[in-house]
């Protein structure tokens, strides 16, 4: 296992577009995350999911956006309509349940131009 | 809601000195607290990982200490190399499944 995976690395939209990002998660784990970080900034929480079960929503998460994980697997976040304001790293975390830490990937970098 | 600051925001030292980051975080019902290395323009790399019942935590130049009572974690990066140059974050983990990070300290080691 090579760790969390995420595609693209780089994304750059023109506004209004849609865009999907994909992570793939440490196989074993059940938790995966969405994270968003900003320049200078540290992470933000978006969302995370138990399995296939979406737990819990940011309020940052707008109707504009929205988050799958079928089948327990990999993960998708979609973003409608960008804006420019979406502009950020996108990062993706799994966990085992047990107090075993976060393991992130390497990020979806994200320009609207 | 849980804050986390981290103190200083920069840093810039020479090769071969020690060093001691912080990191305070206002709620201490916490699981427990992460230390990531980030590169520029790349993601988190997991340093060390200290449960809310652990003191410290060590791995290699590095040593983690946590005061949940008083809110409070240092990295402490002994010998410190060119290497070791990128951003440091530090994470805590409440009850709400997620981690709360802060801003982060930007080291620079210059040879």
């Known amino acids: 296992d090579t760790g969390v995976s995420q595609d693209p690395r780089h994304k750059i939209t023109k506004r209004g577009q849609n865009v999907t990002f994909r992570c793939d998660p440490i196989?074993?784990?059940?938790?995966l995350y969405w994270y968003r970080q900003t320049l200078g900034q540290g992470p933000e929480f978006l969302t995370y999911?138990?399995?296939?079960?979406?737990?819990?929503k940011s309020r940052l998460l707008s109707d504009r956006f929205s988050a799958e994980r079928p089948k327990g697997s990999f993960s998708t976040l979609e973003i409608q309509r960008t804006e420019q304001g979406d502009s950020a790293m996108y990062l993706c975390?799994?966990?085992?349940?047990?107090?075993?830490?976060?393991?992130f990937g390497s990020g979806t970098r994200l320009t609207v131009v | 809601k849980q804050e986390v600051t981290q103190i200083p925001a920069a840093l810039s030292v020479p090769e071969g000195e020690n060093l001691v980051l912080n990191c305070s975080f206002t709620?201490?019902?916490?699981?427990?607290l992460q230390w990531f290395r980030q590169d520029p323009g790349k993601g988190l790399t997991s340093l060390l990982l200290?449960?809310?019942?652990?003191r410290e935590q060590t791995s290699g130049r590095l040593n983690a200490s946590l005061d949940k009572s008083s809110g409070r974690s240092t990295l402490y990066i002994a010998a410190s190399q060119p290497g070791d140059s990128a951003t440091y974050l530090c994470?805590?983990?409440?009850?709400?499944?997620?981690?709360?990070f802060g801003t982060g300290t930007r080291l620079t080691v210059i040879p």
């Open positions: 975390a799994s966990s085992l349940s047990g107090d075993n830490g976060y393991t």
């Open positions: 196989s074993e784990h059940n938790r």
């Open positions: 999911f138990q399995n296939e079960a979406q737990l819990e």
């Open positions: 709620d201490s019902a916490i699981y427990n």
């Open positions: 200290i449960q809310s019942s652990q």
């Open positions: 994470a805590v983990e409440g009850g709400a499944n997620n981690l709360f």
